[in-house]
C-alpha cells in the first residue's frame, strides 16, 4: 500500500516531505523517493533499502535545491522488482513529468506497447510509469499539466491515486483518485495532499476529501476540484480529532478492525489486472507457460496457519474447476516423509510474509525432487517469491495485526485464480464458464462490504456467549476449512478453548464433550452437503449445545435450526469461504476485546515465523 505526500508554497518542503513519509512508514513498503520542482528542471532522489528506504532519502535530502513544490512517495511492490529504478517518482522521457502513483493501472501493457511504438523509452518495469509517458505526449500536443493528467487518466483502467509535478508549471501540483484514498489540506499560502491523515497532522486543519474520478490542482494557498469530465465541484470537509498515533491506524482502536474493514479492497485489488484483453486469464508473474501449466498431473501445496485453510480450499476448487489432483499438507511436515514428486507436480507454497521458513524449505524440498515451485505470498521480493520458479501475488496491503485476516482472503482468491487458470490451459472449463467465475469472483468486494455493514449483529452474538469456554466449530465441504479458520481465529484472539472439525466426524468421538453450555458454530452456507449438515446440527442440539450458524441470507431452514444466526449474502459455493470468514473474524475479535485482551498482538504469536 504505497504512501504519497505532496506540497506546494514551503520553502520547507524537502523536509515536509521526509516527515510525512515517515509518518506513512506503518503502510509497508520497500523503496521511497522525492521529486522537488524548480523552474525548468526535477529533482529527484530514490532509494530502494526495504523499510530503511525513508532514512536513507532523509540523508538524500540533505542536498535539495531551494523548491517549494514536491512529491514524496513510498512504494509497495506490485509490478517490479523493489529497485531504485522502480522506485516513484517515476519520470518520462524528457525528465520534465514527474509521477507518483498508488494502485494498479490494469492496462498498462497495451498502453505501454503503444507508447513504445511511438518511441517512448521505459526506464522502470513498473505499471505506473506509462502514466508520465502519456502525460508527456498530451503536454506536447500543447496541454497544460492538469489538462494533459485529465487526458492520459481518459486512457487508463485501474485503481489509482496519482500526483504530477512539471518543471513547465513549478508551483502546481496536480492529482487524481479512483478507489484508492488521497486527502488535500490547505493553508493561507500552501496546498498538500496525502494518501492518509497522519503524513498532514499538525500541518493543517483545513481537510477535504478528493472522490473517485476528480482531478485536483493545487498551487500555493488554493486548491481547484473538477471532475474528471471537466465539471467543477466543491471538495467535502474532513473532521479530524485523533493523535498521530490513532491516525496511524486510520481512526480505528487497533490495526485487526482496521485491516478486517480493509478485505473489500485487498480482494479487489487481487483480482485486479489479471484479465486480457481477449478475455483469458493471465497470471504473468507466475512465469509458467500453459504448456507447462497444461503438463501438471498433481498440484501439492504447503503452508502453515491460516495460510493452510487458504490451501484447503483451494484443494476444492482446483480438483473442481481444473480436474487435476490437489494435495494439502502442513508444511513443517512436508519434508519429513519424503514426498514422491517429479517434473510433473507442481508444489505451491502459501505465506503472507514470503519468509514463513517451513514453507520455504518445504518449497526447497520440492524442487530438489524434480517439481515446479510457485509462491504464493503478499511480499514481493520475499525469500519465497524470489525462490520460487514463479510467484502469484496478493495485494492486500501491509497487514500489522498478527492474527491474518485480508491477508487470506487474499490468498483464498488468489489460489481461486491460479485453479481457473489450470482450468483454463486444461481446458476442463469452457471460456464462457471461467469468465462467469470471474464476473462472480469480481462481485465480492461489495459483497464483502455488505457483511462488514452487520458487525452490529455479531457483537450482539458475541455479547450474548461472553461467559462460554468451549466453542466447537463446523463445518462440511468448504465448510470445513472455514470452521478450522474460526476456530484458529479464536484460539488466537481469546485464549478460549476452540476446536474445529469437518460436522461429520462429531460422531466418531468429538460429540462426547457437548453437554449444556457448549458452543457449536456451524458453517451452514448452501453447499452439496446441507442436508446432511442438516443432520449434524440436529445431533449437536439434542446434546443441549448452543448453536450459532453462518448462514445465507433469507434461509429460514437454517434459522428454525440455530439459537443465533449470522447472515452473509448468497455465493457460489466455492467462492462462499470469503464471506462466511468474516463474521467469524468479527465474533473473535469481540470476544477478545470483551475479555480486555490485545487483539493486535496475541501472547507467545509473532506476525512471521522463521525458526522451524
Excluded at 535530502?61 to 522506485?87: I, S
Excluded at 505499471?127 to 498530451?138: K, N, S
Excluded at 476449512?481 to 466418531?508: F, I
Amino acid at each position: 500500500m504505497c504512501g504519497i505526500i505532496g506540497a506546494t508554497g514551503r520553502s520547507d518542503v524537502a523536509e515536509l516531505l521526509v516527515e510525512g513519509l515517515e509518518r506513512l512508514e506503518y503502510r509497508g513498503y520497500d523503496s521511497a523517493g522525492l521529486v522537488l520542482s524548480g523552474p525548468g528542471s526535477l529533482w529527484r532522489v530514490r532509494a530502494a533499502e526495504g523499510t530503511t528506504s525513508v532514512g536513507a532519502l532523509r540523508t538524500l535530502a540533505a542536498d535539495a535545491p531551494d523548491a517549494t513544490t514536491g512529491l514524496g512517495h513510498t512504494r509497495w511492490a506490485t509490478h517490479g522488482q523493489p529497485a531504485v529504478e522502480n522506485a516513484h517518482p517515476l519520470f518520462d522521457c524528457t525528465g520534465r513529468v514527474g509521477v507518483v502513483h498508488n494502485g494498479i493501472i490494469e492496462n498498462h501493457a497495451e498502453l505501454q506497447a503503444d507508447l513504445l511504438a511511438a518511441g517512448h523509452t521505459m526506464a522502470s518495469a513498473t505499471d505506473t510509469e506509462v502514466l508520465a509517458h502519456l502525460i508527456e505526449a498530451h503536454m506536447a500536443s500543447g496541454l497544460g499539466l492538469a489538462e494533459s493528467v485529465r487526458a492520459a487518466l481518459g486512457e487508463v483502467r485501474g485503481s489509482f491515486s496519482i500526483a504530477v509535478v512539471s518543471a513547465d508549471e513549478p508551483d502546481l501540483l496536480v492529482a487524481a483518485r479512483r478507489n484508492t484514498p488521497l486527502i488535500l489540506g490547505l493553508t493561507d499560502g500552501a496546498a498538500l495532499l496525502a494518501s492518509d491523515i497522519p503524513a498532514l497532522l499538525g500541518r493543517t486543519e483545513r481537510l477535504f476529501v478528493l472522490s473517485d474520478d476528480q482531478l485536483a490542482e493545487l498551487r500555493p494557498g488554493s486548491i481547484r476540484v473538477t471532475t474528471l469530465d471537466g465539471r467543477a465541484v466543491d471538495p467535502p470537509a474532513l473532521s479530524v480529532d485523533w493523535d498521530l498515533a490513532a491516525a496511524q491506524k486510520g481512526g480505528y482502536d487497533d490495526f485487526m478492525s482496521k485491516e478486517i474493514r480493509e478485505q473489500p479492497r485487498a480482494v479487489a485489488d487481487t483480482l485486479l489486472d489479471r484479465r486480457r484483453p481477449d478475455g483469458r486469464l493471465a497470471l504473468d508473474e507466475a512465469r509458467l507457460t500453459d504448456a507447462e501449466l497444461r503438463s501438471i498431473t498433481r498440484v501439492h501445496i504447503v503452508a502453515c496457519g491460516s495460510s493452510y485453510h487458504a490451501a484447503l480450499l483451494a484443494r476444492f476448487a482446483i480438483e473442481h474447476w481444473a480436474r487435476v489432483a490437489a494435495d494439502v499438507e502442513i508444511a513443517s511436515e512436508f519434508r519429513y516423509r519424503e514426498p514422491v514428486l517429479d517434473p510433473e507436480a507442481l508444489a505451491v507454497g502459501v505465506s503472507q510474509s514470503g519468509e514463513s521458513l517451513d514453507t520455504l524449505l518445504a518449497l526447497r524440498e520440492a524442487r530438489e525432487r524434480g517439481a515446479r515451485v510457485l509462491g504464493v505470498t503478499n511480499v514481493v521480493d520475499s525469500s519465497i517469491a524470489r525462490e520460487a520458479d514463479g510467484v502469484l501475488y496478493t495485494r492486500a496491503g501491509p497487514e500489522i495485526c498478527v492474527a491474518a485476516t485480508k491477508t487470506l482472503l487474499a490468498q483464498i482468491v488468489a489460489l481461486d485464480l491460479l485453479a481457473l487458470t489450470l482450468a483454463q490451459v486444461r481446458e476442463t472449463r469452457s471460456p464462457s464458464e471461467i469468465s462467469a467465475t470471474l464476473d462472480a469472483l469480481q462481485r465480492l468486494p461489495a459483497a464483502l462490504e455488505e457483511v462488514l455493514s452487520r458487525a452490529k449483529e455479531v457483537d450482539d452474538v458475541a455479547a450474548a456467549l461472553a461467559a462460554s469456554r468451549d466453542f466447537f466449530f463446523i463445518g462440511r465441504n468448504v465448510g470445513y476449512p472455514v470452521a478450522l479458520e474460526g476456530a484458529l481465529k479464536l484460539k488466537e484472539l481469546s485464549y478460549l478453548h476452540a476446536e474445529g472439525y469437518p460436522a461429520g466426524e462429531l460422531k466418531h468421538g468429538p460429540i462426547a464433550l457437548l453437554e449444556p453450555g457448549s458452543v457449536v458454530i456451524g458453517i451452514a452456507t448452501r453447499n452439496p452437503l446441507w442436508e446432511k449438515f442438516r443432520a449434524n446440527i440436529a445431533e449437536v442440539k439434542s446434546r443441549g449445545a448452543t448453536v450459532v450458524l453462518v448462514a445465507n441470507d433469507g434461509d429460514e431452514a437454517a434459522e428454525e435450526l440455530a439459537d443465533h444466526v449470522l447472515w452473509v449474502p448468497e455465493a457460489e459455493h466455492l467462492l462462499s469461504p470469503v464471506l462466511d470468514i468474516v463474521p467469524l473474524q468479527l465474533f473473535a475479535y469481540r470476544l477478545a476485546r470483551r475479555h480486555g485482551l490485545d487483539v493486535d498482538r496475541p501472547r507467545n504469536l509473532a506476525k512471521t515465523v522463521t525458526v522451524e
